[in-house]
């Protein structure tokens, strides 16, 4: 595997399940990110987590947890979502230096539908 | 509030016809400019970062320019295989990036 893979690719769940994305970085990178794409809206960054530590959450809801438990592997867990949580959920890798936010690595995201 | 804003929404052109697309940007303190590629049922595709007004970069027909206040994203003589989504974002004092809407690319054959 290269790059950023996710799983995965097609979910569809009810609103009462709880469910688990997948995502892997195999490009060395220290940080990772979980985005959500809708359509007609710009991309927006759900969490960040650089070295493992989740340094940012972008005022997400809680039936979003996130989980890194090391620099390669990224999930992003879900319970009692609502329909319009429906998206395309994208996860992405860069290499921080700490100066200034690097190019991002993008996976081919996971396309949810909440029915 | 950082914003970003891409124009147009969506762009045609026939091959071999060049064009320019928009990205204007408001950011306390820029970090980057960012420059990527979408193509359906796909993540975005890096192409360029821009940290200072007059830097450009090029790749193959595109070539970025940044300015205090926008950034261009030319594309010359395109080709079919150009078609495509491209997003713009920003980076600044929050360190988290703003993504622009896109600009929707058809080249047509």
């Known amino acids: 595997e290269t790059g950023v893979t996710q799983t995965p690719r097609h979910l569809v769940m009810g609103m009462t399940n709880k469910k688990s994305l997948k995502c892997e970085q195999h490009?060395?990178?220290?940080?990772m990110y979980w985005y959500k794409q809708s359509a007609k809206k710009p991309l927006e960054l759900m969490f960040v987590?650089?070295?493992?530590?989740?340094?940012e959450n972008n005022s997400v809801p809680s039936r979003f947890s996130p989980e890194c438990p090391n620099s390669s592997h990224l999930f992003l867990h879900l319970h009692t979502l609502q329909p319009e949580d429906s998206a395309l959920y994208l996860c992405?890798?860069?290499?921080?230096?700490?100066?200034?936010?690097?190019?991002?690595?993008f996976g081919p995201g996971t396309r949810l539908t909440v029915t | 509030e950082d914003q970003v804003t891409q124009s147009p929404e969506a762009l045609r052109l026939q091959e071999g016809e060049s064009s320019s697309l928009n990205c204007s940007y408001t950011v306390s303190g820029l970090r980057g400019l960012f420059w990527y590629r979408q193509d359906p049922g796909k993540g975005p595709e890096f192409l360029f970062t821009?940290?200072?007004a007059g830097e450009e970069k090029e790749k193959e027909r595109l070539k970025a320019t940044l300015t205090k206040k926008e950034s261009f994203l030319h594309i010359t003589a395109p080709k079919p295989e150009d078609s495509a989504t491209y997003l713009c974002a920003s980076s600044g004092g929050s360190y988290i990036p703003t993504f622009g809407r896109g600009t929707s690319l058809i080249v047509h054959p």
């Open positions: 821009l940290y200072s």
């Open positions: 992405a890798s860069s290499q921080e230096t700490g100066q200034v936010l690097g190019e991002q690595y």
């Open positions: 490009l060395g990178h220290n940080a």
């Open positions: 987590y650089n070295f493992k530590e989740q340094t």
